[in-house]
């Protein structure tokens, strides 16, 4: 019988991943997909002890990094450079979902920023950074987090989340639009629901919108960060590479679903 270590493509040996909020969730994951892959990876968040662990558990190294500071990030970006001498793959995934923001009718202009800055100006700057070292390259990918939010509506708004995400998709379509023929590649990962620290710690102080949420997913269950890891994956990848400028949806369904099964 087969393991899994031992179903994992080798498609990334020798390239180097950059990735925001490696400490948890999605990006924990991804950090541990792409370095099976071949990968360098190179650990980006706030949080030192969780992205240290990171880094350790990976063979990779960690930049403490507020994705929100201009210079932070190109410090990442140059760290990885310096260190591995590429820059081939930005996973610019760090993001936050606080319980401040919800719908417009409650949610103040500070809760409104604070979001629009890490979900949405964190992904400018990544781009920002990571986009001369590939250029010169003549090759990379970037993937940048956006969300299933971003092509539907919910009643259970977050509405700074929601717009944040759909900045996220129109910034990358363009950008993918404007730098292919230089080789570089950008998509929006656009998750459904995730079984993540996040996801669970907005669900635990409201279970009634965790459950709305549940039963449109036509899988009946939210993904776990592995299903996204793999995604990422595959988008770092050669065998994605005429997929560009494109809303990457992994929901389980719910952007396809009128009525799901019973």
Same mark, same amino acid.
Request: overall charge negative; hydrophobic content about 45%; proline content about 4%.
């Given at each position: 019988?087969?393991? $899994?270590?031992?179903?994992?493509?080798?498609?990334?040996?020798?390239?180097?991943?950059?990735?925001?909020?490696?400490?948890? +969730?999605?990006?924990?994951?991804?950090?541990?997909r792409?370095?099976?892959?071949?990968?360098?990876?190179?650990?980006? $968040?706030?949080?030192?002890?969780?992205? #240290?662990?990171?880094?350790?558990?990976?063979?990779?190294? @960690?930049?403490?990094?507020?994705?929100?500071d201009?210079?932070?990030?190109?410090?990442?970006? #140059?760290?990885a450079?310096?260190? &591995?001498?590429?820059? *081939?793959?930005? @996973?610019?995934?760090?993001?936050?979902?606080?319980? *401040?923001?919800?719908?417009i009718?409650?949610?103040?202009?500070e809760?409104? #920023? !604070?979001?629009?800055?890490v979900?949405?100006?964190?992904?400018?700057?990544?781009?920002?950074?990571?986009?001369? &070292?590939?250029?010169?390259?003549? !090759?990379?990918?970037?993937?940048?987090?956006? =969300?299933?939010?971003? !092509?539907?509506?919910a009643?259970?708004?977050?509405?700074s989340?929601?717009? =944040?995400?759909? +900045?996220?998709?129109?910034?990358?379509?363009e950008?993918?639009?404007?730098?292919?023929?230089?080789?570089?590649?950008?998509?929006?990962?656009? /998750? +459904? /629901?995730?079984?993540t /620290?996040?996801?669970?710690?907005?669900?635990? #102080? *409201?279970?009634?919108?965790?459950?709305? !949420?549940?039963?449109?997913?036509?899988?009946?269950?939210?993904?776990?960060?592995?299903?996204?890891?793999?995604?990422?994956?595959?988008?770092?990848s050669? $065998?994605?590479? @005429?997929?560009?400028?494109? *809303?990457?949806?992994?929901?389980?369904?719910?952007?396809?679903? &009128?009525?799901? /099964?019973?």
């Open positions: 019988m087969t393991t $899994d270590t031992e179903n994992i493509c080798r498609r990334l040996v020798g390239r180097t991943a950059v990735i925001t909020g490696a400490g948890s +969730g999605i990006g924990l994951a991804t950090a541990h792409l370095a099976s892959e071949g990968a360098h990876v190179v650990c980006g $968040d706030i949080d030192e002890t969780a992205g #240290k662990a990171a880094a350790e558990a990976v063979g990779g190294t @960690f930049v403490r990094v507020d994705v929100t201009p210079e932070q990030v190109e410090a990442l970006f #140059k760290a450079h310096d260190t &591995y001498g590429s820059v *081939d793959i930005a @996973f610019n995934n760090a993001g936050i979902s606080p319980p *401040d923001d919800d719908s009718l409650t949610t103040g202009l809760a409104w #920023k !604070r979001v629009q800055d979900n949405l100006t964190s992904v400018y700057l990544c781009c920002k950074a990571a986009l001369p &070292y590939m250029r010169r390259q003549r !090759r990379g990918s970037i993937i940048n987090t956006a =969300s299933f939010v971003a !092509r539907m509506g009643a259970t708004s977050q509405i989340y929601t717009a =944040s995400k759909g +900045g996220v998709l129109a910034m990358s379509r950008l993918g639009v404007q730098f292919a023929r230089e080789g570089v590649r950008v998509n929006a990962l656009c /998750p +459904g /629901p995730v079984n /620290p996040l996801l669970q710690e907005l669900f635990a #102080k *409201d279970p009634e919108r965790a459950a709305r !949420r549940l039963v449109h997913i036509p899988l009946g269950r939210f993904a776990e960060a592995t299903e996204i890891a793999a995604a990422v994956a595959f988008l770092a050669d $065998d994605s590479s @005429f997929v560009n400028a494109t *809303d990457f949806l992994v929901d389980g369904g719910i952007s396809g679903a &009128y009525v799901t /099964p019973a």
